[in-house]
């Protein structure tokens, strides 16, 4: 059986984690404007990126965003359905469909996309809903007592915890700090 993890010194009261007892993150931008199209730009031309390393991220993306499934996950083992003709090849685990979704949820974010605007928006917002109805009232991801959830677990509240930084929105903040608590 798992036991609950304990959140870290940094993750106690005042950190400014949601559900730490401190202030929530704040406005998007925390990370000095580098989850935005404009601002991930100018820090790829500042930092050796280029127009062509900009375009494989969106590349990216856009596979990501092809390979969703209606329902909002990316599947481990029915991503191949998003190929019709030359299909993907190395299908996975349905298991680890909540923590794939966390994963593509930190790439949109990283990337500075929402669920509230932009090219995207529809994707995340997909992706989040399907994330946060697997979550539990005690703020876990899948079943706790397949010690393999841990990384459902891990990766769900990634994706969570980037797409709140970008966007701060408060309807974020509660499940994050459930699952940041749990």
């Known amino acids: 059986a798992l036991t609950k993890l304990r959140p870290s010194a940094g993750a106690g009261p005042g950190s400014g984690l949601p559900g730490s007892g401190g202030a929530p993150l704040g406005k998007p931008g925390a990370l000095g404007g580098l989850r935005t199209a404009s601002g991930r730009r100018g820090a790829a031309r500042t930092r050796g990126g280029s127009e062509g390393s900009e375009g494989a991220v969106e590349a990216g993306l856009r ?28 299908a996975g685990y349905i298991t680890y469909d909540v923590g ?5 949820l930190a790439a949109f974010a990283g990337a500075g996309y929402g669920h509230r605007d932009g090219p995207h928006r529809d994707v ?23 010690t393999r959830d841990v990384y459902n677990h891990a990766c769900a509240t990634l994706g969570l915890a980037e797409c709140y930084g970008v966007t701060a929105d408060p309807a974020l903040a509660a499940p994050l700090g459930r699952a940041i608590q749990a």
């Open 124 to 146: 995340v917002a997909r992706a989040l809903a399907f994330v946060r109805e697997r979550q539990d009232a005690d703020g876990y991801f899948f079943r706790r007592e397949d």
């Open 63 to 90: 596979w990501l965003a092809h390979h969703q499934s209606p329902d909002g996950r990316w599947s481990g083992h029915d991503f191949a359905k998003g190929c019709p003709g030359l299909p993907c090849t190395g």
């Open 100 to 104: 794939l979704t966390g994963l593509a």
